[in-house]
């Protein structure tokens, strides 16, 4: 039978969120017992497609069903609404037991103490923050701006935030990063594979998966050959993660082949409401013969012995 049949297509065409698949998702990745946490961050999320009043329900719903598995749950803020808004979902997802709030500032940059303002007023509803280190725009220029160590630096004295997640996928910047904030901020980076490879020896201990999309058990095989063989974990990046990279993310763009992927897989549809776009059937064909020779290849990495 055709995976897709399974969705609730009558949902996709009300333009309303799937929860029913979004539940059997969560119980599945919750169920494996390398899965901590969970994070529902605003662009894998497609908060930008969504309502205010829909952000606040998906946060709601994800906490209740993480919960049941007893696993950290972290929620974010929508990304463009005033920070006396995102202070009210902060508020919300604490009393709905988020563990950790994630709050991301796209507002134009000015100054640090604009960012600080932000961040100590986040700070009041009480819950531990996670910094969404998204480069900035400037408000001078319009260009893309890494976030500087002085901002870093200003925002570091407020106590409530525990964590940050870096953004910039530089090998150089976050070298630097974790030079000068690992003791202070527990650090998701956000990257592939032989970024993370080459960041481990600077004190990385977490990062967030991206083709673990195509089989969970992909980001438990790397960590321990992470951990355990480097030689061997060059070779599954090599074999399990560049393709996904090099050829398919290059080709088709990382969200969009996010939620294919999920597709594939028979988690939920792939279509989404515009301005964001979906593949074609022709592309998932293309995508699906990648994925099947990538999963291929991972049987192989499966049969390895791994120590819990």
């Known amino acids: 039978m055709d995976q897709s049949k399974q969705f609730s297509f009558h949902l996709i065409k009300k333009k309303k969120i799937d929860f029913k698949s979004l539940k059997v998702h969560i119980q599945k990745l919750c169920q494996l017992n390398f899965v901590n946490a969970l994070y529902l961050m605003p662009y894998n999320g497609r908060y930008s497609q969504l309502t205010n009043n829909e952000i606040l329900n998906l946060n709601k719903f994800c906490i209740k069903e993480v919960k049941k598995f007893d696993k950290i749950i ?9 920070t006396e808004e995102k202070f009210k979902f902060a508020i919300e997802a604490k009393k709905n037991g988020a563990d ?21 007023k986040m700070s009041e509803a009480k819950i531990p923050l996670l910094v969404h ?15 500087k160590e002085s901002t870093l630096n200003k925002i570091s004295k407020i106590k409530n935030i525990i964590a940050i997640k870096e953004d910039t996928k530089n090998l150089k910047y976050g070298k630097n990063f974790l030079k000068k904030f690992k003791n202070r901020f527990k650090i998701i980076f956000a990257g592939r594979k032989s970024l993370i490879y080459n960041l481990k020896k600077y004190g990385l201990e977490s990062y967030l998966n991206g083709t673990s999309i195509i089989d969970p058990s992909i980001d438990r095989i790397f960590w321990f050959l992470i951990n355990n063989d480097k030689k061997k974990c060059l070779k599954f990046i090599k074999e399990i993660d560049d393709p996904f990279w090099d050829i398919l993310s290059k080709k088709y763009g990382w969200h969009r ?5 999920l597709e594939i897989n028979g988690v939920m549809s792939r279509y989404e409401r515009l301005p964001m776009v979906s593949l074609s059937n022709r592309e998932v064909k293309d995508v699906k013969k990648t994925i099947n020779l990538i999963k291929k290849k991972l049987n192989s990495w499966k049969k390895l012995k791994i120590n819990e």
């Open 100 to 120: 950790i709030f994630s709050s991301i500032c796209r507002e134009k940059f000015f100054t640090d103490e604009q960012i600080y303002k932000h961040y100590k």
């Open 74 to 82: 972290i929620v974010s803020d929508p990304i463009h609404i005033s």
């Open 257 to 261: 082949l996010n939620k294919c992927c």
């Open 133 to 147: 280190l998204m480069p900035f725009l400037s408000g001078y220029t319009g260009n893309n701006l890494d976030w």
